[in-house]
């Protein structure tokens, strides 16, 4: 489709043709090592100020398109994932309490691209992200020892925040707690349906993929430019 093509060509080809390209950008996002799979197989895609290196200029990209255009095109990533910027913070009801926690939506292959583990319950999945899903969130270990004294019991709970309710699924690693702040994280196409937002197909994200074995970083920037030509 020529119109998504041009947007593949603008926001991806920007990054990868700039001194710092947008498959280097691992160091400025990871700024500390995580509890996760093999993290210098993890790369960002997008474009950012290279000048400054903030992350939080990453920018969101069509999120279903570019990741088929990016896994059926070649055989670069093993698989891609996204979330929707930083987190926002909420004053969520847990039954007659408050508390206060770091939400940020990503995508149902979140957790399974980064190879994070859970410590109680399980993560969200593909098929938490799907249209007409049931609303639920992870929990990062701070918060679940913060707010819930690390009680196992905590799965099952029902969170409200942001006018939507959360049912508790699981908590993840702990020292994991990305994008920024997060120490939450929920499914980002029900919440979009749930607040009367885009539709599925016009969801976006700031990607982030897991290179195949044997690829290199060099190797996937010049695979990249080659398929956006």
Same mark, same amino acid.
Do not use: C
């Given at each position: 489709?020529? #119109? ?7 926001? $991806?080809?920007?990054?990868?043709? =700039? ?9 400025? +996002?990871?700024?500390?090592?995580? /509890? ?18 903030? *992350?939080?200029?990453?920018?969101? #990209? ?17 698989? #891609? ?6 987190? @926002?913070?909420? =004053? ?8 206060? %926690?770091?939400?940020?939506? +990503? ?5 399974? +691209?980064?190879?994070?583990? /859970?410590?109680?319950?399980? %993560?969200?999945?593909?098929?938490? @992200?799907? /249209?007409?899903?049931?609303?639920? +969130? *992870? %929990?990062?270990?701070? $918060? ?9 019991? #905590? ?8 006018? %939507? ?16 702040? !997060? ?5 980002? !196409? /029900? ?14 994200? *700031? ?12 190797? =996937? ?9």
């Amino acid at each position: 489709r020529p #119109v998504f093509a041009a947007s593949v060509v603008l926001t $991806l080809a920007v990054g990868i043709g =700039a001194t710092t390209a947008a498959f280097a950008l691992v160091d400025a +996002v990871f700024l500390t090592r995580l /509890p996760v799979k093999d993290q210098d197989r993890l790369v960002v895609l997008g474009t950012n100020d290279h000048a400054q290196g903030y *992350v939080g200029d990453l920018e969101t #990209v069509p999120w279903l398109d570019t990741r088929r255009f990016l896994l059926e095109r070649h055989a670069t990533f093993a698989d #891609v994932a996204g979330y929707q910027g930083g987190a @926002d913070p909420y =004053a969520a009801r847990d039954g007659d309490r408050t508390l206060h %926690l770091t939400s940020a939506p +990503v995508t149902g292959g979140f957790f399974i +691209v980064l190879g994070v583990k /859970p410590i109680v319950g399980r %993560l969200l999945g593909p098929d938490d @992200d799907l /249209p007409g899903s049931s609303g639920v +969130v *992870v %929990l990062s270990d701070r $918060l679940w020892h913060r707010e819930f004294g690390a009680d196992q019991s #905590v799965v099952g709970h029902t969170l409200l925040f942001g006018g %939507l309710t959360y049912r508790v699924v699981g908590v993840a690693a702990p020292q994991f707690s990305f994008p920024a702040t !997060a120490e939450a994280w929920v499914p980002m !196409a /029900p919440e979009a349906a749930q607040q009367g937002g885009q539709p599925l197909d016009k969801l976006t994200a *700031v990607l982030i993929a897991r290179l195949n074995p044997n690829v290199t970083i060099g190797g =996937a920037r010049a695979e990249l430019q080659y398929a956006l030509r």
